[in-house]
């Protein structure tokens, strides 16, 4: 099931950036990262997906959004993540 990222997701986003993407950053600077971005709904998309029958987070996808006057509103991924494990 792929859905909006909630602040308890933050562990799970954490493990993925230090496994899958080898960024070693604190979990409390993650969490901080996560509220301020999902405080922003207007710039930022963060869709988690997340495993139906263990409800386990396996992957992510950070997006910003932005505006052109050529198109309808488009995304720059900024950082994507699944777990080696699915």
Known sequence: MIRTARLEDAEAINQLNKEELGYEISLLETTKQLKNILAQPEMYV???YEEDSTRKVLGYVHAQKY???LSPT???ILALAVSSNV
């Open 67 to 69: 505006e052109t006057l």
């Open 46 to 48: 963060i869709d988690v």
């Open 74 to 76: 488009m995304f720059n």
